[in-house]
């Protein structure tokens, strides 16, 4: 079955939400998923999120992990990422401590990692036709995060519990995406709503 990285997985809005995303089902261990779990998953999401992610970063090539060591890096910095604002969503008081801490010092070693001529100024888009490495790049994304207007945006699918940036104009977007969530949720309200009817002990 070839898995396909669509507009649905990159629901994110943002590439470091995105990387997130990669594991869906994360508030329910026995359901969670790794689509990193297939390293071959990893250059092919590198290379849909610069279609998907232009607008963020414009025409750029995300280069992929290149050893066991980089793979190491993007996972690491991709479960800080989560961490950090997922604690701050369930938290409501914005950014904390540890997960801040921890996701700056894989970022500073990331970027520190770059070329000297690589232009990392935010948020102007890197010029046309460069590469930045995927993990790199999603540190530089999750910063831009920090403000606090932008922070507040940011929500937890209660259906799939990806991260994803709401930039409705009265924030009020409750799925990740309403063509596959919001649809899945309300399936399964009338669902339960026909079972009760119908008498039925199910809970
Ligand atoms: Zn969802």
Redesign the pocket.
């Known amino acids: 079955m070839t898995f396909e990285w669509n507009a649905h997985r990159f ?1 994110g809005g943002v590439l470091a939400l995105d990387l997130a995303n990669t594991v869906v089902f994360r508030e329910t261990p026995e359901r969670s998923l790794d689509r990193f779990s297939d390293p071959a998953e990893v250059s092919r999401f590198s290379a849909a999120a610069a279609d998907y992610r232009q607008g963020e970063w414009g025409n750029v090539e995300f280069r992929p992990p290149r050893s066991p060591r980089e793979v190491a890096g993007l996972i690491d910095v991709r479960e800080a990422i989560n961490r950090l604002f997922r604690t701050a969503v369930q938290g409501g008081g914005g950014l904390s401590p540890v997960p801040l801490s921890e996701f700056l010092h894989l970022g500073a070693k990331l970027v520190g990692d770059e070329p000297d001529e690589q232009p990392l100024a935010l948020p102007r888009p890197l010029k046309d036709g460069r590469q930045i490495s995927l993990a790199a790049a999603s540190f530089l994304s999750g910063v831009r995060l920090f403000d606090p207007l932008r922070l507040e945006r940011i929500k937890i ?1 209660p ?4 991260l994803y940036f709401d930039e409705s104009r009265n924030r009020s977007r409750r ?3 309403m063509n ?2 919001g649809n899945r949720a309300k399936a399964r309200r009338y669902y339960d709503r026909n079972t009760k009817q119908a008498g039925s002990s199910h809970g």
């Open positions: 629901s699918c259906n799939c519990h990806w799925w990740c995406d596959v969530c």
